[in-house]
């Protein structure tokens, strides 16, 4: 059975990934070029974004990295996103 604090940390989850969809799609970067300057895999990127998997610290640094901020910068940032538009 599926514990309450799974489905919050899978909302998180989903909302960060959208967090992360539109900070690319503002950078006007397409999904393949975004995955090839993070050094991922597209089709990772593309479950990230659509809250389909867990988004791991690895994968935080190297966003953050993309667009000069530390990970908890990029956190930051989007925890104001996330109750500016909650």
Do not use: H, W
């Not at 990230?48 to 990295?65: P, R």
């Amino acid at each position: 059975m599926e514990q309450l604090s799974d489905y919050f940390n899978m909302n998180y989850y989903e909302k960060l990934g959208q967090y992360i969809k539109r900070k690319r799609i503002e950078a006007k970067c397409s999904l393949n070029k975004f995955a090839i300057e993070v050094e991922m895999e597209s089709s990772t990127l593309s479950r990230n974004e659509n809250g389909k998997s867990v988004i791991n610290v690895e994968t935080i640094n190297k966003i953050a990295k993309f667009y000069n901020q530390t990970p908890a910068e990029f956190l930051a940032d989007f925890e104001k996103y996330d109750k500016a538009n909650s």
